[in-house]
T-cell receptor, first 115, second 113 residues
Framework: AQSVAQPEDQVNVAEGNPLTVKCTYSVSGNPYLFWYVQYPNRGLQFLLKYITGDNLVKGSYGFEAEFNKSQTSFHLKKPSALVSDSALYFC?????????????FGRGTSLIVHP | DSGVTQTPKHLITATGQRVTLRCSPR?????VYWYQQSLDQGLQFLIQYYNGEERAKGNILERFSAQQFPDLHSELNLSSLELGDSALYFCASSTRQGIDEQFFGPGTRLTVL
């Protein structure tokens, strides 16, 4: 069975500082990994994904994530946080090959960027 | 705008009633997913359809059912509603299964009184 852990319910960071939102996963085999963001009263929006290749993935709005197979992690990062980045962030994973086509989502991490 | 539309945006109903939530996927997307989001349970996968056929089931109650029509829109039917069914219900679509990211609709907020 696949699972995702987002160990922090909330991350607080000052505007202009770097931010990291953590994600670790457990799957049989290799993973597809995704990050989504949810702004208040909105649906989830896709940020980036790792399928194969370069371990550093760049996505929307200046976000990037690093796939670390040995640590089974896929942390989301941004060099300089904006107040507008404040939102709920979800990590998701599904195994390859085969298995369920349905990604498993983490419980989400609330990012609060202070002015 | 993700291109996925959901109606209605808000729904208030009473316990024991039945409601239907509607979803239109992005143009060209064959796969539709339904999720329930609540504060205590997080984002829960309910059911997936691919080109009209049910492909995967998650934590969907027997009181809930869904279908995908030939024009690819989907409906989620919730019956014998209970207070605990109050939640945000999201529809998402993707081009292919698994490898592609999902595009989420704005959600339907269901309140059961």
């Amino acid at each position: 069975a696949q699972s995702v852990a987002q160990p922090e319910d909330q991350v607080n960071v000052a505007e202009g500082n770097p931010l990291t939102v953590k994600c670790t996963y457990s799957v049989s085999g290799n993973p597809y990994l995704f990050w989504y963001v949810q702004y208040p009263n909105r649906g989830l929006q896709f940020l980036l994904k790792y399928i194969t290749g370069d371990n550093l993935v760049k996505g929307s709005y200046g976000f990037e994530a690093e796939f670390n197979k040995s640590q089974t992690s896929f942390h989301l990062k941004k060099p300089s946080a904006l107040v507008s980045d404040s939102a709920l962030y979800f990590c998701a994973v599904r195994p390859i090959p085969g298995g369920s086509y349905i990604p498993t989502f983490g419980r989400g991490t609330s990012l609060i960027v202070h002015p | 705008d993700s291109g996925v539309t959901q109606t209605p945006k808000h729904l208030i109903t009473a316990t024991g009633q039945r409601v239907t939530l509607r979803c239109s996927p992005r143009s060209g997307d064959l796969s539709v997913y339904w999720y329930q989001q609540s504060l205590d349970q997080g984002l829960q996968f309910l059911i997936q359809y691919y080109n009209g056929e049910e492909r995967a089931k998650g934590n969907i109650l027997e009181r809930f059912s869904a279908q995908q029509f030939p024009d690819l829109h989907s409906e989620l039917n919730l019956s014998s509603l209970e207070l605990g069914d109050s939640a945000l219900y999201f529809c998402a679509s993707s081009t292919r299964q698994g490898i592609d990211e999902q595009f989420f609709g704005p959600g339907t907020r269901l309140t059961v009184l």
